[in-house]
């Protein structure tokens, strides 16, 4: 696991090696093991690589990047695992490749030079790269088949510069940025920015399952190498319990394979169905307690699932590491976490996620972890709350509209408690046309309520009326299944743009790798066409994933409601949080935006703070905002 970065020149403006040593300085937490920089010519333009490395697979000298071969023709800077090296190695020996090290990354390069992009589809693992032949000046930067690992990148016509984090690539860039409006607009929306957008104009984020060719002479367009199986390609009429089979024993075999390393692994044991799942397969496949690590909060049982995680670590004998936190620990790590990301990103969620890595990094180098699964299963509340609404369009109107819902926009809601947070789910329910399944989805996902739209300037308004950019991202028929066409929605953007994303920033800022087996390319291939009713039937989330478990897994564990790995913002905002908020938001940071209505923020944040309505989301999103542009000068 390492930390890439480069620059590939199509004129002759120089590569400086002092921008390469310092891009290598500020990733150094990505790759605290070593460094390299390679500075040379490809086909007769400058360029220069840089890595830092985070030494899981081969831990000596042997690993070192960026790796040459052939006497420096062909180079590979290359961040992420791929599991099933082993086999690519014997395979590649038979062409007659011999190899120096024991590490994946030597396997990686002699595929490239081999097979070119096409070794990309041979891959069964986690990836971003960049591949260089120094004798033509082509080559390609790639990224894995579900975005689990970063990689942006400058489309300019002089250089491209690429790197795996923003606060290292636009060290590379010259001058101001310009914020692109339509991305801001997103995230106000989702609390994230979705590929192929980032917050500036002149970043790109390479999609997941692409590829990126570059000649001496620039850039072309990025190239899928894969793509999701669309739902309906699996034999509908297959036998469910021999599915259910057929899925752990897959979730199995990626769990196995995530096994492999140099270092100490463990895995996060958040009490949830699917990091107990992984848990329980890694135990059945380790010959030694498996490390495990779960955090909880001391000062309100609303978000702590810490009895449950101890429930799976008793079951499955694991060496079982657990800490309660307080207020005060999540709250210290607020503005270093805030100040590192880059770009706005509002998942606040991240805080946990970094602690629980901190907390996990002083025992083991890998952990595993089980995202990927309520996208890919159906976890979360918003699919199961298509049946519920599909019965409340069934009520009389006159009881909907004169009674439920003057109701529910009178009574208070927060995430505080669980009936108060019901109330904000129910009302969360009424945003949207309820005989619209994808455009009730869509205004469940955002963070911008209806009534908190007043936020958006008239010149934000008109840029959704002209053009909706998250209406504009649906996947699929709109006539076919509608829940896997939510599914694939939310594989596709929510879970790169969003959890991956999160995962990836909060465990690499802690030199902690962490491994996906939910999102192994066979359980993928073999689950996403499935029929929806095998992932979402009859008011039940991850139905498949459930049954397939059922012999495994406490029922303790099997029938609990799905619990966010959450802190609370919301309560945040209204005590602690105020005076930074207060500081942070003002006339002077949001105005130069152009988008977003100040007056308008401040109303809604009273509202927040009285409980007349529960914008916490919204807020700490326009929180990040404001503290980022400062700290940057964006704007």
Request: glycine content about 8%; charged content about 25%.
């Amino acid at each position: 696991m390492c930390g890439i970065a480069g620059i590939i020149g199509f004129a002759d403006q120089p590569v400086e090696e002092g921008a390469l040593q310092a891009a290598c300085a500020a990733m150094r937490h990505r790759g605290p093991d070593d460094s390299g920089v390679w500075l040379g010519r490809a086909g007769g333009r400058p360029a220069g690589l840089a890595a830092v490395r985070l030494a899981v697979q081969d831990p000596t000298p042997a690993g070192h990047q960026p790796m040459t071969r052939d006497d420096g023709r062909y180079v590979l800077v290359f961040n992420g695992e791929v599991y099933n090296f082993p086999q690519l190695r014997r395979e590649l020996a038979q062409f007659g490749e011999r190899f120096d090290s024991r590490c994946d990354t030597e396997v990686v390069l002699a595929a490239c030079m081999r097979w070119g992009p096409d070794a990309l589809k041979r891959f069964n693992g986690m990836w971003a790269l960049a591949f260089l032949d120094t004798q033509t000046g082509s080559g390609f930067l790639a990224r894995d088949r579900f975005g689990i690992k970063p990689l942006l990148y400058t489309p300019g016509a002089g250089r491209c510069c690429f790197a795996s984090e923003m606060r290292t690539l636009r060290a590379f860039v010259d001058g101001s940025a310009k914020i692109d409006d339509e991305a801001l607009l997103h995230y106000l929306r989702l609390g994230y920015i979705a590929h192929p957008q980032t917050i500036y104009a002149d970043v790109r984020r390479l999609p997941p399952g692409c590829w990126l060719p570059f000649s001496r002479d620039g850039i072309g367009e990025a190239k899928r190498y894969y793509e999701v199986p669309p739902p309906g390609a699996a034999d509908e009429a297959g036998d469910y319990v021999a599915v259910c089979a057929r899925t752990r024993d897959l979730i199995f075999r990626a769990t196995a394979d995530r096994r492999l390393a140099d270092v100490p692994v463990g895995a996060f044991l958040s009490g949830g169905l699917d990091s107990s799942i992984v848990v329980a397969h890694l135990a059945s496949c380790s010959t030694s307690p498996v490390k495990t690590f779960s955090i909880g909060y001391a000062e309100h049982g609303v978000y702590d699932e810490t009895r449950y995680a101890r429930l799976v670590a008793d079951r499955f004998g694991t060496d079982h590491h657990e800490i309660k936190l307080t207020y005060d620990d999540v709250l210290a790590v607020l503005l270093p976490m805030i100040d590192h990301l880059g770009e706005p990103f509002a998942d606040s969620s991240i805080l946990p996620t970094a602690l629980v890595s901190e907390f996990a990094r002083r025992n083991v180098t890998v952990a595993l972890s089980g995202d990927g699964g309520d996208e890919l299963f159906g976890g979360y509340w918003r699919y199961l709350a298509h049946d519920a609404m599909n019965t409340y369009a069934r009520l009389p109107g006159w009881l909907r509209a004169g009674l439920i819902e003057p109701i529910l926009a009178r009574a208070p809601s927060s995430k505080a408690t669980a009936w108060r947070n019901r109330l904000r789910q129910f009302r969360k329910l009424l945003r949207a046309p309820v005989n619209d399944a994808w455009q009730r989805h869509l205004a469940w996902s955002e963070i911008l309520s209806p009534e908190a739209r007043s936020i958006l300037s008239p010149t934000a308004r008109q840029m959704l009326a002209a053009n909706d950019p998250v209406l504009d991202r649906s996947t699929g028929p709109a006539d076919g299944d509608a829940i896997n066409r939510i599914l694939a929605f939310d594989l596709h953007y929510g879970l790169p743009g969003d959890m991956l994303h999160k995962v990836d920033l909060a465990s690499m800022y802690h030199s902690l790798e962490v491994r996906v087996p939910l999102l192994d390319v066979g359980v993928v291939d073999a689950v996403a066409p499935l029929p929806s009713r095998f992932k979402v039937h009859r008011g039940r989330g991850k139905r498949l994933l459930i049954d397939a478990h059922r012999s495994m897994l406490p029922e303790a564990i099997l029938h609990r409601p799905k619990q966010g790995f959450e802190v609370p913002i919301g309560e945040f905002l209204r005590g602690p949080l105020r005076g930074l908020f207060r500081d942070t938001v003002t006339r002077r940071t949001v105005e130069p935006f152009g988008l977003i209505d100040f007056d308008a923020v401040q109303r809604i944040y009273a509202e927040h703070c009285d409980q007349r309505g529960e914008h916490a989301d919204l807020l700490y999103a326009l929180m990040v905002l404001c503290r980022w542009a400062e700290q940057t000068r964006a704007v």
